[in-house]
């Protein structure tokens, strides 16, 4: 009985290459290191994906980062969409978010970041909310290294399959393995850009957005 | 002229209201239930596993408790009664506008004009239902009402007797619905059940017992009919109960939750009504209260819907005292009106949003998750949380998206406490400040801002200096000086 004809040996690339297209599913969710380059419509770009997202922010330097939410939670409306505003360290101030009050906007405050996951489980479950924002921009280092990254793995893939998203704040040097996107606000902002060059005629500048720097390898990767 | 009548029964009425709302399906104890009759106390009806073990209508509690010494005892329990009285008219509601109420446990529905194949379906299902509910039911169908409460009687669960006189085989004539000295003369006769009695003629019948005689022959022979009086009784749609013994768990206070739901869903049903509010309230035994509203995205009446934000509600109440009371209130409303319009955003999940609003208050408490809103005032952190509604208005008109700014507006994040911080200051003016989740050198600096309110209330009363502080390095806060200890305390950033 002549041997079984064996295939040439390929290369580890190619191999790789081979299951990826032969299990496109499995490799559709994996983290991306690289991050995008935010246009100056990223109010519409951001919406328009759904999952888990994460925008990175310095809050304590005035980034504009609650502005930028500002603006995606009056879009979601103008679409029809409810958001839901999650924050785990009761930091939102509504008098200057929203001064005429928010109908569309369900504000789940305080209690912590365990709490502020559980109640987005069952915001997601729930499918009626198109934005759920994860307001974790003033939460601490440590709190967030204690925070499971299966729980971030399983709230991208509750948002991915409802086709909502999830948008989680963060401080700068965090980066969520679990979500799809990667957003950073670079930088701090004094004065002259949150409220204009004179007080009778305030002008701020638009929210200045800069890709991120991608370094994975120089941030703390906590999910 | 004879119809088509159905006849709804409770076996035993007084009894399974009772053990309806305290046992659980398919617990089955031996029960009775008491009456004072002449200065004693008399069993006035016993469930299946009591009869079993000797108990009877009539006997002695000495005796009764002799016979079956696990016998749980109970009185007449009128809340009980009304809620399972509430779903026996549902029923019949159901099946017709027009139906009476013969008396406690059993009512007569008139089926005119309803198609033969419908009402036997429905009324075919109707035990199984009830069943679900805690409730055993027998259903008679007949041509007239008279003959259709004997069908109840001897159906199990369901029969009908339009012209079978084998219905009245084996029936003692003793049996309440005659009168007594009827019941006597036939039993002189020697008749042994009802058969042999609606198998004479007519005429022997006239002769021998009168007219009051022919008139239960020609009831039970199905010759006379008579027209129903119909009841319309007062919408109240609230249950209630008394927890006796007190409840301490979640677990059988959501049992006799879903047990008056059952029978405000029916009183709603019966006024063709639906709800799109629930009000839960309860006491304690130290006479603590505590009330829950839900307020449903859509208005409807589907059980498991309504049950849902009920028990996500009601599975986080922390009482100090177990319950020793508890209702069920609905807010009912006309389905009709309740209809949305075309360019109104409706919810894509209705059912959830009320059950996830539910359990996020009950986690949450309503001063933690809501939509916000600013008080009519002028304090700094002056909010309140509504409960976000149902319905929008349409995109862009209202709400957030028709109040933002074309430019952004300088928001604010609180740091909820605001800590206390160490503020140096040059004259009026601060120029460093320690403490806080930031500090260092001021850079730049706005304000003061000096605001106070409430003033002519002790206990309201605020005042406060605000100046905007910008450090070196970049970010911009908030820092501000209270009234009366002028304390300074870092009261949020910019962003």
Known sequence: ?????????????????????????????????????????????????????????????????????????????????RVAWLDPVACLDPRSAFPEGAEAVLWVRGRGWEKALEAAEWILRDGNFGLICWDGFLLGRAEWRRIPAPRWYRLQRLAARRGLLLLAGTPPGVVLGAASRRWELPGRRGMDALFGAGEEAPAPEPVPLDRADGGAGSAERVG | MAGDYAVLEVP????????????????????????????????????????????????????????????????????AEAGARALLTGWAARLSPCWEEVREGVVAVDLAGRSRAAFVAETWALPAEAAEAGLSLRVGLADTPERAAWAARAAAPWKEARTNPDLYAG?????????????????????????????????????RLGSEGLRCWDELRGRRTRPLRGVVPAPAFRAEMVLDPPVETAEPALFVLRRLLEEVRALLERECRATRELVVSWRTIDRGEGERRIELAEAGLRGDRLFAPLEAVFGSVRTGAPLGYLALEAVPVVVGAEQGELFVQALRYPDRFAETLARLEGEWGSVRCGSPRPTPDHRPDGFSLVPPPAVLPAGGEAGLAGTLPERPREGLRRF???????????????????????????????????????????????????WDAQLEGGGVFRLVCRAPGRDWFLEGVYD
């Open chain 2, 416 to 466: 909820r406490p605001a800590p206390r911080v160490r503020v140096r200051l040059e004259g009026e003016r601060p120029v460093q400040w320690e403490g806080g989740p930031r500090e260092g050198r001021i850079h730049r600096l706005r304000g003061p801002w000096v605001a106070s309110g409430h003033w002519w209330e002790e206990e309201t009363r605020w005042g406060a200096i605000e």
């Open chain 2, 171 to 207: 029936v003692s004539p003793a049996v309440p619905l005659l009168p007594a000295q009827l019941v006597r003369r036939m039993e002189d006769w020697g008749l042994e059940d009802l058969l042999a009695f609606v198998r004479l003629s007519r005429e022997a019948v006239g002769r």
């Open chain 1, 1 to 81: 009985m002549p041997p079984a004809k064996s295939s040439p040996p390929e290369s580890f690339a190619a191999a790789c290459a081979r299951v990826r297209r032969t299990f496109p599913g499995a490799f559709a969710e994996s983290p991306r290191v690289e991050t995008e380059k935010i246009a100056p419509g990223w109010v519409g770009e951001c919406l328009a994906g759904s999952g888990l997202a994460q925008l990175a922010a310095d809050a304590l330097g005035s980034p504009g980062a609650l502005e930028l939410w500002r603006r995606l939670a009056a879009e979601c409306q103008r679409r029809g969409e």
């Open chain 2, 12 to 79: 035993d009425f007084p009894l399974a209201a009772l053990l309806r709302r305290r046992e659980a399906e398919g617990v089955s104890r031996p029960a009775a239930r008491l009456e004072e009759r002449t200065g004693q106390s008399l069993v006035a009806e016993a469930n299946g596993p009591a009869r079993e073990c000797g108990v009877e209508r009539g006997q002695r509690v000495g005796r009764a408790l002799a016979l079956c010494p696990r016998l749980a005892l109970h009185e007449r329990d009128a809340a």
